[in-house]
């Protein structure tokens, strides 16, 4: 079954379209998604784009410092499994936090980050995020 992510919309741009990441083991992790249909690599991406996304990650920064304070970022170009122009903001936590009666543990803090692929992530968890996060961005 293919998965509905538009209810993870956090705010969409011209040229790019964030949302709440499917996985929160990293605790308001969020993908920005080049809304260009051929956008395929980093180094295509036009000087327009560039600038967006400039802007997108540092609005973006400070929107998940001001819901979930974590104490660093990571931000991944990756593409190995999504075909596709797009980022990873990942924020990472020197300590365990508590969110929604969840404890949030990054095991990997002060090295590579690694998705936790047995975190569970239910729905009101991402929704919750989604919507802060939407808040936040306004």
């Given amino acids: 079954m293919k998965r509905d992510y538009s ?3 956090i ?4 040229h790019w379209s ?4 499917e996985n929160q083991g990293y605790l308001g992790r969020c993908v920005i998604w080049c809304t260009r249909k051929n956008a395929l690599d980093l180094t295509h ?3 327009d784009e560039w600038k967006e996304l400039f802007a997108i990650l540092k609005t973006l920064r400070r929107a998940v410092l001001a819901c979930f304070n974590p104490d660093w970022f990571n931000y991944a170009f990756l593409g ?5 122009l797009h980022a990873h903001l990942v924020p990472r936590y020197a300590q365990p936090k508590k969110f929604m009666g969840i404890t949030f543990t990054d095991a990997c803090y002060g090295h590579l ?4 692929r047995d975190f569970v992530t239910s729905e009101a968890l991402l929704q919750e995020v989604t919507m802060r ?3 936040a961005l306004g």
Avoid at 11 to 14: D, G
Avoid at 18 to 21: G, I, K, L, W
Avoid at 80 to 84: A, S
Avoid at 113 to 116: E, F, G, I, M
């Fill in 7 to 9: 209810k993870f919309l």
């Fill in 11 to 14: 705010k969409e741009f011209r």
């Fill in 18 to 21: 964030v949302y709440a990441h």
């Fill in 45 to 47: 991406a036009t000087e």
């Fill in 80 to 84: 190995n499994e999504t075909r596709h």
């Fill in 113 to 116: 980050y690694k998705t936790n």
């Fill in 133 to 135: 996060l939407k808040k």
